[in-house]
């Protein structure tokens, strides 16, 4: 929750990207090849650039890059061999909500530290499962009144103009 470096900037773009990249390669728009070479080149550049600049920090920093970037990719490739199996409505909204959550839970936590006094050391169950509920029904809610009228703005916003046709004379004959 800190500034990161402008190489973890490109590295986070790069993998944006990559995925940019499946999703064409799924819709054929280029071949799959292609798009497993784009995500192996993102992979490993993220793997190098992680253990490059990780290194005045020792080898456990090394590992922990490493280590993160591994499994992230093993997880989307998991969630990606799983795409088309049906999953129980309380994780595809989990899912739905996802980006709420990624943004909200550090303003949550400031809130809850700041303004509330609480670290998390009194009861950690209760704080924790406080916090949860509270996450989980700012996110929906930002989820349903923010991002998903945003989106059907976007989508209509970016839909081509519907065309006038001009009627075609007709040929008289006699």
Do not use: K
Request: with cysteine.
């Amino acid at each position: 929750n800190g500034r990161i470096s402008a190489w973890e900037g490109l590295v986070m773009l790069a993998t944006m990207f990559a995925g940019t990249a499946v999703h064409r390669a799924e819709r054929g728009q280029i071949t799959r090849r292609a798009g497993a070479a784009a995500g192996g080149v993102v992979l490993a550049g993220a793997l190098a650039a992680g253990t490059w600049h990780a290194a005045p920090y020792g080898w456990n920093a090394q590992v922990v890059w490493c280590g993160a970037v591994i499994a992230a990719a093993v997880a989307f490739a998991a969630a990606w061999r799983l795409r088309d199996r049906r999953f129980p409505a309380w994780a595809t909204g989990l899912g739905t909500i996802s980006f709420s959550l990624y943004l909200l839970h550090p303003l949550l936590l400031m809130v809850a530290t700041q303004f509330l006094g609480a670290t998390g050391r009194e009861d950690a169950v209760t704080g924790l499962a406080v916090f949860l509920v509270v996450l989980v029904a700012a996110s929906w809610a930002s989820q349903r009144w923010i991002e998903a009228p945003a989106q059907r703005l976007g989508r209509r916003i970016s839909r081509p103009a519907a065309r006038e046709t001009a009627q075609q004379p007709q040929v008289a004959t006699a």
